[in-house]
C-alpha cells in the first residue's frame, strides 16, 4: 500500500464520509444517538453488544508513517505482533493534535474505517469472529452496529493478529 497521504487540507466529516461509504454499498447498519463516551467499556453500556464487539480503532505513528489498527474493545495491542506485521522498528500511539490533524475526530472517537483518508487499516482477526460489531463514527455521541461481513467490505482492512 502507498504511504499515507492526507486529502487535501480540507475539513472532513467521519460520520458523513462513513455514511455515505455504507450506503454506496448498500450495506445495513444501525446509527444509535447517545451520550458522548469516550472509552470502549462507555460504549458497551450504550450498544448492549459484548466489550468483545466494540471496534476500537486507534491511530499509531511507525518510523515513518501513521496507520489504523482495529482490534475488539476487551484486547490490547501486541506491540511485538504490530511491529513485525508493520515491519516497523518503532510505533507509538498517535497524539490529540494527529489524530484530529489525520483523522479530523477528537481522542475516543477514532474510527475503524481508515480507506476513506488513504490510511493503511489493520485489524484484528478476533474482531470479525462475531457476527456483529460497534463504533464510533468520528464522534462521541453516536454509534454504528452492522455486520463484520459487512465492515470488511466497506473498510478493506488488512487482517493481522495483533492484539493480546
Known amino acids: 500500500m502507498k504511504p499515507f497521504q492526507e486529502k ?5 466529516n467521519p460520520f458523513n464520509e462513513i455514511i455515505s461509504m455504507l450506503n454506496a454499498n448498500h450495506v445495513e447498519y444501525q446509527t444509535i444517538e447517545h451520550e458522548p463516551v469516550y472509552t470502549s467499556a462507555q460504549a458497551e453500556s450504550i450498544t448492549g453488544l459484548a466489550l468483545s464487539q466494540g471496534a476500537k480503532a486507534l491511530l499509531l505513528k511507525t ?18 505482533k504490530l511491529k513485525q506485521a508493520l515491519l516497523a522498528k518503532k510505533v507509538r500511539f498517535a497524539g490529540e493534535k494527529e489524530v484530529k490533524e489525520i ?3 477528537g481522542l475516543g472517537a477514532c474510527y475503524p474505517i481508515g480507506s476513506f483518508l488513504n490510511l493503511r487499516t489493520l485489524a ?4 470479525i469472529e462475531h457476527e456483529t460489531i460497534a463504533f464510533n463514527p ?3 455521541d453516536k454509534s454504528i452496529i452492522l455486520k463484520s461481513k459487512d465492515y470488511v467490505k466497506v473498510a478493506s482492512p488488512e ?3 495483533i492484539s493480546k
Open 103 to 105: 483523522m479530523h475526530c
Open 124 to 127: 484484528d482477526p478476533s474482531l
Open 63 to 80: 518510523d515513518a508513517d501513521f496507520v489504523l489498527v482495529v482490534l475488539p474493545g476487551d484486547r490490547h495491542i501486541d506491540f511485538g
Open 8 to 12: 487535501k487540507r480540507k475539513e472532513i
Open 138 to 140: 468520528g464522534v462521541n
Open 159 to 161: 487482517i493481522a493478529r
